[in-house]
């Protein structure tokens, strides 16, 4: 007879076995689909501005501001001015003032709405949870909506540390170190999870991070980087668990 063996004792064997007893994760494009967010908001946006102009085309539209909100990136980060100052440079762009800048409260909506949770995501964590090891969350986004998201979603009980890093700074190994302190773990004993290259990946590696995995970002800017050895890599916060259990 072949005695089975459930998923969380596989879980909690693989934490044994790596000598892991706390997880950090990242929490927008980890737990939460905020590409899509930002996605049906922009999309709404270009749509409802080109309606008003129609001697504009939607696709060019939508490629301008994508590549201006990726450059303003490495001035701005997250912080949530950027979005008007796109709206004012597609004015400038398309000679369109004020129609951009006008219909900004239509973008805004990000802000003011929350992202969907990600498929598998609440699971991933009451898994996590039910193995027995402790968990802390690192986000990079406006203080105010990151509560607002964390609330709305009932997360926050799921974390007994909670890392906001500055919407106008960048996030990087001290802010993942920060984390590791507050559990009274080394980043040796603790599993990170996270999609941005740079500022999850590369700067848990840097703290001396052993078992990390990658969401592979939907966002180019967060792709940017090397791919450390050795990272677990996935699509998706559904694929974690199984990655680890049968990796
Ligand atoms: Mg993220």
Do not use: C
């Given at each position: ?11 909690i064997g693989w934490f ?11 929490l927008d494009d980890t ?217």
């Amino acid at each position: 007879m072949v005695e089975r063996v459930l998923p969380i004792d596989l879980l909690i064997g693989w934490f044994k076995r790596n000598e892991i007893k706390g997880a950090l994760v990242d929490l927008d494009d980890t737990l939460l689909d905020t590409n899509a967010h930002f996605g049906k908001w922009i999309d709404r946006y270009v749509s409802a501005v080109v309606e008003k102009n129609p001697n504009l085309d939607w696709r060019e539209v939508m490629a301008k501001l994508v590549e201006t909100n990726n450059r303003l990136y490495e001035t701005e980060s997250v912080r949530r001015r950027k979005l008007a100052m796109v709206a004012k440079e597609l004015d400038n762009v398309f000679g369109t003032y004020p129609t951009f800048v006008k219909h900004a409260d239509i973008v805004g909506q990000i802000y003011r709405k929350v992202p969907l949770e990600l498929e598998g995501a609440r699971q991933t964590l009451e898994m996590f949870r039910a193995a027995g090891i402790q968990m802390g969350l690192v986000t990079h986004a406006n203080r105010g909506w990151t509560e607002k998201k964390l609330y709305e979603h009932n997360l926050n009980h799921f974390f007994s540390h909670v890392v906001i890093v500055d919407e106008a700074k960048f996030k990087g190994p001290k802010d993942w170190l920060t984390a590791a302190k507050s559990l009274r773990l080394d980043p040796e004993e603790i599993l990170f999870i996270g999609d941005n290259l740079r500022g999850d990946i590369m700067a848990a590696y840097e703290i001396g991070a052993r078992r990390v995995v990658w969401i592979e970002s939907p966002w180019s800017v967060y792709r940017e980087g090397e791919v450390p050895e050795g990272v677990i890599q996935v699509k998706s916060i559904k694929e974690v668990i199984p990655a680890l259990i049968n990796g």
